[in-house]
């Protein structure tokens, strides 16, 4: 039988007391076995930092002379609008792509000094602009993000990345996805869908792909667009 202990175990002790789950534990024949609910408070994790940005970092980008496209990690769902330029403490501004094309024409090929930045969170790149020349070489553009969680809860890595306040969001999201569960014992769309609106009351809705879209495009090869 896995044992999970710390917070991680503690969490799932509840959802069991919650769900009524608790015979068969010792011989594994519970609804939902420690993998799942290990699975569904991930999932809770995740939901959480997309919907609310809580968990912060900060990518560090090196300028090199000649290079526009620079690669973050895909634990990035959100960019700040400044980035800030060691070279002479000025800040980078996020622009999308539409703001450029029709304020900066030439901005796909311009070089000198970086004042703005476009984010691809779906390729996970920024690209500068303009172009660093060789003077701002090596020089950092600190950019502040909201990331997913850095590593999945485990039974070794047992204490979530979020804040202890957002803990009965995670079960609240964990009950949800249980009572989704595919299994005649186990499916209840009643009780799954007031768990998600208690979470969504609580944490928020989901965000609309249409909107995160703009943000979202890989560049074209940075061909260079004429404005006509």
């Given at each position: 039988m896995t044992v999970v202990r710390g917070?991680?175990?503690?969490?799932?002790?509840?959802?069991?007391?919650?769900?009524?789950?608790?015979?068969?534990v010792e011989?594994?024949?519970?609804?939902?076995?420690?993998?799942?609910?290990?699975?569904?408070?991930?999932?809770?994790?995740?939901?959480?930092?997309?919907?609310?940005?809580?968990?912060?970092?900060?990518l560090s980008i090196i300028a090199k002379a000649g290079v526009k496209s620079y690669d973050i990690s895909d634990k990035v769902i959100d960019v700040e609008e400044?980035?800030?330029?060691?070279?002479?403490?000025s800040y980078l501004i996020k622009r999308s792509e539409s703001w450029l094309d029709y304020n900066r024409t030439t901005?796909?090929?311009d070089t000198g000094a970086p004042?703005?930045?476009?984010?691809?969170?779906?390729?996970?790149?920024?690209?500068?602009?303009?172009?660093?020349?060789?003077?701002y070489n090596n020089y950092t553009i600190t950019v502040p993000v909201k990331v997913l969680p850095t590593t999945p809860l485990?039974?070794?890595?047992?204490?979530?990345?979020?804040?202890?306040?957002?803990?009965?969001d995670l079960k609240t999201f964990a009950l949800?996805?249980?009572?989704?569960?595919?299994?005649?014992?186990?499916?209840?769309?009643?009780?799954?869908?007031?768990?998600?609106s208690l979470f969504e009351m609580s944490v928020g809705a989901g965000?609309?792909?249409?909107?995160?879209?703009?943000?979202?495009?890989?560049p074209s090869t940075l061909r260079v667009m004429v404005r006509r």
């Open positions: 917070i991680l175990g503690d969490l799932i002790n509840q959802l069991r007391n919650a769900t009524r789950d608790t015979e068969g011989n594994n024949t519970t609804l939902w076995d420690i993998e799942e609910w290990i699975d569904y408070l991930n999932s809770a994790q995740d939901e959480i930092c997309r919907r609310a940005l809580v968990l912060s970092d900060n400044r980035a800030y330029f060691s070279y002479d403490g901005w796909r090929s004042i703005d930045f476009v984010v691809y969170t779906n390729t996970h790149k920024i690209v500068i602009t303009p172009e660093p020349t060789g003077v485990s039974v070794v890595n047992t204490t979530p990345e979020v804040n202890s306040r957002y803990y009965d949800y996805m249980a009572y989704s569960k595919q299994d005649a014992e186990t499916k209840d769309e009643k009780r799954a869908a007031t768990y998600l965000s609309d792909a249409n909107i995160e879209r703009i943000m979202k495009e890989e």
